[in-house]
Each structure stands twice: as structure tokens, then as C-alpha cells.
């Protein structure tokens, strides 16, 4: 038997597993009171806004996949909120901006998190509002202990709090300092903010949905547009040194709904791998499959060792390069860039030596692009500082933090996959009268015409945020995902290769080491390349790590227990039994189940 640093849970009634215990505890109070998945995986989003303030927010946004016990087709919750009516490349370029900002209010999409959150819960939930959200209300008005990564995370930003982000000084720091690890933090706006939307949810009808639906409108149209609407605007400093106001109004809010859409799909080896549509990374993951099944080697799918990681990092590679030169709110050649054919031509690029060129594709017969900023020829490269980036892990595998992700699946067999981010405490400053910020997500825009992912109001930025679902033999088979910003669908792509390759339990292939390359040009500002890095945990051992640098990587070794964020929960139709692991590193996630 091969050690784990917990045991993959085993159960008939149902399986949680996310990024923080309590938000786990609440999804599991859920089931155990008559709920199902989707008022699990609801109650957690709201408590993990509460309990993982530095990793995501109200203000953030939250991509899920599902499927239903009725209906085992899979379907893509989007809740990532698009750019405003005034975001136009023109008006960044007329503030002297060659990127948008990785901070502060001109980086903020629309908010998309909470109203997803709450179509998920009006559509396919079962539990009322208020009972769904009592655990959030609880921690933000009672207290919860601390996580040491926030405190830590308000230190770092704790100049920039007290010299120009006031409210958020206001908010996080307790006589001058940051809070410390392990105090009960309350805050008492955000539980009146939810409070408010159980009221007017109450006052809007009798019925659960009418209910649900008021409080979404209170949130678009209502008392939390307004605030948002008056304070986003304001100027304060951004990540670019200068000050500048924000773009969202309160007729942004009320024109934006979060959406059901259909998944991207791949077959593969008997099952089925469900993604988000190319308006986020996750098709680069089926890429990515279907290259390394072109090249026609099953012992390639071996991701610990030195072959099979290259073979997985080179196709990576080219994966994420069709990523930057195709992938955005637009018509993306997605049947073309996931066929036979396509995936042939681009294994026969994979080399015995690693690339260090950003190569994409010609799809539909169609010529890739890149930005100027991308292939060199645009303004000089910029430089990062304490509020940038997705707050995860740093080029040289030191943690900073995560994303947040959570999976449930009950005991009908109804299953969820959501990873909720952005609006982290660090984004942009606090809205006081709601008690929290807006997020950063439009930095992944270029301000650029022409491109996959240029700017323009009303379109999506190009999320890294990629939920899987997994069927097997047509049923819900797992649901599973990592936080991890461009690392997520590569920690996933080691567990998936691990499980449904390998045939390791849930727990046993999340626990093993882990890598990712950097060999691409990041989604966050400000935006940089490391051509032909590769960062992995030293558990690989010396001889892979050798053997990936004689392949021509420049191997930068993590420590052991740094990389791969995997939450995973399983459900095997024929039996009925329920599995669930969690990711120990950190020592935050947790599976919870019987």
C-alpha cells in the first residue's frame, strides 16, 4: 500500500472537497440537512469569500461545470463577468497605459461571482437563500480564525492600504497592523451586505426562486450596484505607479446575467473530459491530451518520468501558445484546434530537446497572432509588484497563495466542479459600504487590436479559471480542479494522467510530486515568458531532474511539498460509492464525506 498523507474518503451519501476546511464543513452541513450538490458547492463559494479573502470575492468572478442526477450531460456555469461599456483600448492608451493594470479599479471586469452563485442555487438547488448562506453571514459577523497567508498578505500590501487604499486599511488592519494569524477577523459590512440580499430576496415573493431572484437583483440593480456604481470611479493607485478610476457602473451590473453554455468536450481513453469554452484556458488541456496521444508512446503518459515530462511539457507548450494566439471572447477554431489532424501536426513538433519559442498553430487554415508585447516588438516588458498577478505561486515555487476551488457530489449522483477567484482583499480597494473590492480580472485583455483577447467592452477576459468534470461510459464520473492561475489545467493534467492513466487512487495521485513550465507568456501582469523553464518538486528525484536539464530544461527545483493544488470527488454509477481527496500542501484543503 502507498503511504498518503491522508486517506482517499470513502462514502454512499456525499464528498466534499475544497481549498479551505470550513468552507468543506459548510458544503457538508448542506447534505447532511436534506441539500444536494448545488446548495453545497453554494454555501461553500459564499463561506470561502469569507474565509479566503486574499484569494477571491464577491467582487471576483467563477466559472463551474455541472451535472444534474436527471440529466448526466455536462453544462458550464459562467460566471465570469465580461468588461464594461467604457473599456476601450482607447481610453487605456489615452491614460498611458500600454497594459492594463494588474491592480485597482481600472483592472476590474463586471462582478460575476455572487449572481453565478446564485442562478446556480435558483436553478438547480433546493435550499432557501437564507439557510444556504447562514454559515457565510455567521463567519463574516461572528468571526473566523485567521488564515497566517492573509495576515501575511496584508502585510505585504499594508503600505499601499495606508498611504492610498484607505478603505482597505479601514477594513483589514487592526490598530495599524495586520491582523494576526489565527484572531477572529470579522467583517460586519459584508454580513450586512448579506443580510440585505436575504431581506430583499424575502420581500420580492413566497417562493424560493422569486426569492433568489430578488436578492440577484438587489445585487444588479439595487442597493450594491449603487455603491458600486458611486465609489469605483474614484481614483487610487495602481499597479502602474499612477492612479486611475475605475469603469464599472451600475449599468454594468444590471446588463450582465450570469450564463449556461455548453462544455468543450474531448473523448478520451473511455471518458469524457468537459471543459469551459475558449473564452478560458481549459481547452488547452484537451490540447494537450490529444497531442500526447498523437505521439503514439503510452509510456509518455507517465508524468514522473523524465520522457513523459518532457513529452507532457512540450505539448503543454505548444498547447498554450494556441492559448495566446487563439483563445478569447471571439469565434475560436476550437473543432479545428482539437481534431486528429491538428493534434499530428503539432506532436510532430514535440523534439527530444525542449523548445524555447511560443509556436502556435495555423487553424481553419487561418494564421496565428501574437501580441507585439508577446514576440518582443511591443512596449518593454513591465515589472510586477505586491497587488499583481493571481496570488499563487511565484516563478521560483515559493507559495504565495491560491485560487479557490471546491467539488461536490451527493448521493443522487449530482455533481459540481467551481473554481471561484478574483477579487482578492489585494485587487483593488475595499467598497466600504459592502464590505469588499472589486477584482483584476482584465489584465488578462492586451490592449491590442486584432487579437484573440483584445479589449472590448462587453467581452470576456480570457480567464484562467478551469473547473473539470470527467464522465465515464456517459455518466458523472469526477469532478475535480486546482487553483494555480496558468499552472491549473497543468497540476491537472499530472492528477488526470496519474488517475485515469495510472490508475492511482484520488489521494495517492494528488499527493505525488508535482511540476509545471513557465515556458509561455503569463496570463497576469505583467505578462512575462521564462522560455524553457520548468518548475518541479524536488520528490521527482535526482535522476528525473537530471534528465530533464540533459533534454535541455533549466530545471528550477521546488521544495517537496510547493506545486499542485488538486481538490478531486468521484462517484462510481454502477456502485453508488462516493470518493474524495484533497490537496495537503498548504495545509488549508480539505475532503470531507461519508
Given at each position: 500500500m502507498t503511504f498518503t498523507t491522508r486517506p482517499t474518503l470513502e462514502g454512499t451519501f456525499g464528498?466534499?472537497?475544497?481549498?479551505?476546511?470550513?468552507?468543506s464543513q459548510a458544503a457538508m452541513r448542506e447534505l447532511e440537512l436534506g441539500g444536494n450538490a448545488f446548495d453545497a458547492a453554494v454555501s461553500a463559494g459564499f463561506v470561502l469569500h469569507v474565509v479566503e479573502p486574499h484569494l477571491n470575492g464577491p467582487g471576483g468572478d467563477m466559472p463551474a461545470i455541472i451535472a444534474t442526477a436527471d440529466d448526466p450531460t455536462p453544462r458550464v456555469l459562467c460566471g465570469q463577468g465580461p468588461a464594461p461599456a467604457g473599456a476601450t483600448i482607447e481610453h487605456y492608451r489615452s491614460e498611458g497605459l500600454d497594459l492594463v493594470p494588474g491592480s485597482g479599479p481600472l483592472a476590474a471586469a463586471i462582478p460575476g461571482a455572487v449572481d453565478a452563485w446564485l442562478l446556480l442555487l435558483r436553478d438547480h438547488?433546493?435550499?432557501?437563500?437564507?439557510?444556504?448562506?447562514?454559515?457565510?453571514?455567521?463567519y463574516a459577523r461572528h468571526g473566523h480564525p485567521l488564515l497566517g497567508r492573509v495576515s501575511a498578505t496584508v502585510e505585504t500590501v499594508q503600505e499601499l492600504f495606508e498611504t492610498d487604499w484607505h478603505t482597505s486599511a479601514d477594513l483589514w488592519l487592526r490598530d495599524g497592523k495586520a491582523p494576526a494569524p489565527g484572531a477572529l477577523f470579522t467583517n460586519p459590512a459584508w454580513a450586512d451586505t448579506l443580510d440585505r440580499l436575504v431581506a430583499e430576496g424575502r420581500a420580492a415573493g413566497s417562493t424560493r426562486e422569486a426569492q433568489i431572484d430578488g436578492a440577484r437583483r438587489a445585487w444588479s440593480q439595487g442597493f450594491v450596484a449603487e455603491a458600486v456604481d458611486a465609489f469605483s470611479r474614484k481614483p487610487f493607485r495602481d499597479s502602474s505607479g499612477e492612479a486611475h478610476g475605475g469603469l464599472v457602473?451600475?449599468?454594468?451590473?444590471?446588463?450582465?446575467?450570469?450564463?449556461?453554455?455548453?462544455?468543450?468536450t474531448l473523448d478520451w481513453r473511455g471518458h469524457t473530459i468537459a471543459k469551459t469554452g475558449a473564452w478560458g484556458q481549459g481547452p488547452a488541456l484537451l490540447q494537450t491530451l490529444?497531442?500526447?496521444?498523437?505521439?503514439?508512446d503510452d509510456t509518455l503518459l507517465d508524468p514522473s518520468s523524465a520522457a513523459g515530462i518532457h513529452a507532457?511539457?512540450?505539448?503543454?507548450?505548444?498547447?498554450?501558445?494556441?492559448?495566446?494566439?487563439?483563445?478569447?471572447?471571439?469565434?475560436?477554431?476550437?473543432?479545428?484546434l482539437l481534431s486528429e489532424d491538428y493534434a499530428a501536426r503539432r506532436a510532430s513538433l514535440v523534439g527530444d530537446r525542449a523548445s524555447l519559442e511560443v509556436r502556435p498553430g495555423s487553424a481553419d487554415g487561418r494564421e496565428p497572432r501574437l501580441a507585439a508585447y508577446v514576440t518582443g516588438a511591443g512596449a518593454p516588458q513591465a515589472?510586477?509588484?505586491?497587488?499583481?498577478?493571481?496570488?499563487?505561486?511565484?516563478?521560483?515555487?515559493?507559495?504565495?497563495?491560491?485560487?479557490?476551488?471546491?467539488?461536490?457530489?451527493?448521493?443522487?449522483?449530482?455533481m459540481i466542479s467551481a473554481t471561484p477567484s478574483g477579487g482578492w482583499l489585494q485587487s483593488s480597494p475595499t467598497i466600504p459600504e459592502l464590505g469588499f473590492c472589486l477584482g483584476s480580472r482584465m489584465q488578462m485583455f492586451w490592449l491590442e487590436e486584432g487579437l484573440a483577447s483584445s479589449l472590448a467592452p462587453g467581452r470576456r477576459p480570457r480567464t484562467t479559471l478551469t473547473p473539470t468534470l470527467v464522465l465515464r461510459d456517459g455518466l458523472p464520473y469526477m469532478a475535480c480542479g486546482s487553483p494555480g492561475g496558468d499552472q491549473q489545467d497543468q497540476w491537472q493534467l499530472v492528477f488526470l494522467l496519474r488517475h485515469l492513466v495510472g490508475g492511482q487512487q484520488l489521494q495517492e495521485a494528488i499527493d505525488a510530486p508535482s511540476w509545471h513550465t513557465t515556458s509561455f507568456p503569463g496570463s497576469f501582469y505583467p505578462r512575462q515568458s521564462e522560455p524553457g523553464v520548468l518548475v518541479a518538486e524536488d520528490r521527482l528525484g535526482p535522476d528525473v531532474l537530471s534528465g530533464l536539464e540533459a533534454r535541455g530544461h533549466t530545471v528550477r527545483v521546488s521544495d517537496p511539498w510547493s506545486l499542485g493544488r488538486l481538490c478531486a470527488v468521484t462517484r462510481d454509477a454502477g456502485t453508488g460509492v462516493l470518493r474524495a481527496g484533497a490537496n495537503p500542501r498548504g495545509m488549508q484543503g480539505y475532503a470531507v464525506g461519508r
Open positions: 464528498m466534499v472537497s475544497s481549498t479551505h476546511w470550513i468552507a438547488g433546493t435550499r432557501a437563500l437564507q439557510d444556504v448562506l447562514a454559515p457565510a453571514i455567521g457602473t451600475g449599468a454594468d451590473l444590471a446588463g450582465f446575467s450570469a450564463t449556461w453554455e455548453a462544455p468543450a490529444r497531442t500526447l496521444d498523437a505521439l503514439g507532457a511539457a512540450e505539448s503543454l507548450k505548444l498547447a498554450f501558445a494556441d492559448r495566446e494566439a487563439w483563445y478569447g471572447d471571439v469565434d475560436v477554431p476550437l473543432e479545428s515589472a510586477g509588484d505586491a497587488t499583481t498577478g493571481e496570488p499563487t505561486v511565484a516563478p521560483s515555487g515559493a507559495t504565495r497563495g491560491d485560487t479557490c476551488h471546491v467539488d461536490v457530489v451527493d448521493r443522487w449522483g449530482n
